[in-house]
C-alpha cells in the first residue's frame, strides 16, 4: 500500500497585475498578463511590487463554491415528489491571509486598497517558480487595515474570480495544465538535460 502524498508550502508566490485592456492583441480570454499560459508565465510579468506581496501571505488558497440549485417535481398520483439536482458551474475565489503594511508606500495594503473593485490578473505558486501554480483574474478587495495596539496586525480578504482560474498540476519534473475553459493540453515532461547527449561538432576551420 503506497503511503499518502503530503503537500506543503514553503516557498510560495503571489503576483497581481490591473487588467489593461488597452494592451496590444489584449482579448478578454486572457488569464495572465500578455496572454501568457499558467506553464509560461512567471513573477516577474506582474507588478513589480509582488516580489514583496508574497513576503506578507501567511495563506493563499483556491476556493470553489459548487452550484446547489435544484428543481423541485410535485407529487403525483404515480409517484412521490422529488428534487432534482440542476447543477451549474462552481464559483470560485481566491482567499488570502495577510500580514498588513500600511506603513510601506507600495505594499499589499496600499495596492489592494487603491485597486479595490479593480479586475486584476492573479499568480499562485505553490512551490517556487515551478508547479503547482495557478492564474486567473480576481475582482480586487481592500483588506482592513489598523487594529488593535501592540501586537502584530493581519487581514483575511476574499476576492471573486472573474472565471474558473488555470491551474497546471504536478512537480518540476511531470506536469499537467487543466485550463478553466475546459481545454486539457498534452502532459508536460520537464526532466533535466540528458548530460551523456553527443556534443556538438567542432566547427571546421
Known sequence: ?????????????FGL????????????SWQA??????????LADYDPSSATFQCQVSSGALTATADTTTVDV????????????????SSWALELSMLQDPNVAAGLSRFL???????CYFYLGFDDAQPPRAIGRVRVASAT???AARTVLTADVTMPLSRKPDVEF????????????????????????NLLAAPEPEPVA
Open 1 to 13: 500500500m503506497a503511503n499518502a502524498i503530503v503537500f506543503q508550502i514553503t516557498d510560495g508566490q
Open 17 to 28: 497585475k490591473v487588467v489593461d485592456k488597452a494592451a496590444v492583441g489584449y482579448l478578454e
Open 33 to 42: 498578463p500578455s496572454g501568457k499560459t499558467v506553464d509560461t508565465v512567471t
Open 74 to 89: 410535485p407529487a403525483t398520483w404515480c409517484q412521490p415528489a422529488q428534487s432534482i439536482p440542476q447543477p451549474g458551474l
Open 113 to 119: 486598497f487603491e485597486h479595490d473593485t479593480a479586475e
Open 145 to 147: 487595515i489598523g487594529g
Open 170 to 193: 504536478g512537480n518540476a519534473t511531470t506536469s499537467q495544465v487543466v485550463n478553466g475553459d475546459g481545454t486539457l493540453p498534452a502532459l508536460t515532461e520537464h526532466g533535466p538535460p
